[in-house]
């Protein structure tokens, strides 16, 4: 009996492994994604990609195969489906969808889905849309390269067979400024030979964090009906914040002078041009 028992039980150490052998043999990968984010940019930036499912089957197996690919939150995790790219500590946040509207996001629970159709060969290849989105006007955002990698976990054939890929994300925040609040007039109400006038008005600037910029003006200096002025920046230099920076453009007439109004109420303008450096 112990000899019976022992060609047995190697029998069916040699059966086994063929019963619960999977022909199907699979791999998932994606080229991941790249986009340029300006942080000033009140849409959504939204960039379509691909993942690229390839399997092999033998004649004994089945023409079609179901097949399901996870992703994770990739190496900077928030919490939910939330994915975030690194720079150095500063961190963007953006997140994996299926479907160009982000209305469907692909990670955690939610799984992309289909049937790989062999159609007579011993390979197939399926290839899947995603969409990488990330959220408008994020601030604190320095300008840089942002880098994350997510790992993508392929469950496919009658036995549940796992194979995983990489998808690499880069987003670059370009070094951008934006004349967000335009400057106003600047009013003198001047009478003639009469005192000293000072004006002024107020824009606002929005820059990429960290990024330094310069501001000045066409002219800092005119005559309007005669009448001298001078225009100054009192900060003409400034370093980007990722939200809007206020600054003002202050104007002064001086006193005692006559001007080339003839009548009791003259108005005139003069257009000055502002220009940001960066």
């Excluded at 112990?2 to 999977?22: H, Q, S, T, W, Y």
């Excluded at 400057?183 to 960290?210: H, R, W």
């Excluded at 009448?227 to 003002?248: C, H, I, K, R, W």
Aim: contains cysteine; hydrophobic residues 35%; aromatic residues 8%.
């Amino acid at each position: 009996m112990r000899r019976a028992f022992a060609i047995v039980a190697a029998l069916l150490a040699v059966l086994a492994p063929a019963a619960a052998c999977a022909a199907y043999n699979c791999s998932v990968s994606s080229p991941g994604f790249s986009a340029a984010y300006d942080p000033a940019s009140r849409a959504t930036n939204v960039t379509q990609t691909q993942l690229t499912i390839t399997c092999t089957r033998s004649l004994s197996d089945a023409s079609t195969m179901d097949w399901t690919v996870r992703a994770n939150n990739g190496l900077n995790p928030r919490g939910g489906n939330r994915n975030r790219a690194s720079f150095g500590r500063s961190l963007v946040n953006y997140d994996l969808y299926q479907d160009g509207g982000c209305g469907a996001q692909w990670g955690g629970n939610a799984t992309l889905t289909g049937t790989l159709d062999f159609s007579g060969s011993l390979s197939a290849t399926d290839t899947v849309d995603y969409w990488g989105c990330i959220p408008a006007r994020q601030t604190g955002l320095r300008a840089g390269t942002y880098t994350d990698l997510v790992t993508m976990m392929l469950t496919y054939g009658p036995f549940s067979s796992l194979a995983t890929g990489t998808l690499p994300v880069t987003i670059v925040t370009p070094a951008s400024c934006q004349l967000t609040t335009a400057p106003g007039n600047i009013v003198f109400n001047y009478t003639a030979f009469g005192s000293a006038v000072n004006a002024s008005t107020s824009y606002g600037v929005t820059c990429t964090t960290y990024l330094p910029y310069s501001m000045a003006l066409d002219a800092t200096s005119g005559t309007i009906l005669g009448l001298n002025y001078t225009l100054s920046l009192p900060a003409p230099d400034a370093t980007g914040t990722g939200v809007e920076q206020t600054f003002a453009i202050d104007g002064s007439m001086a006193a005692g002078q006559g001007g080339t109004c003839g009548s009791g109420t003259c108005t005139a303008s003069q257009a000055r041009t502002l220009t940001v450096t960066y």
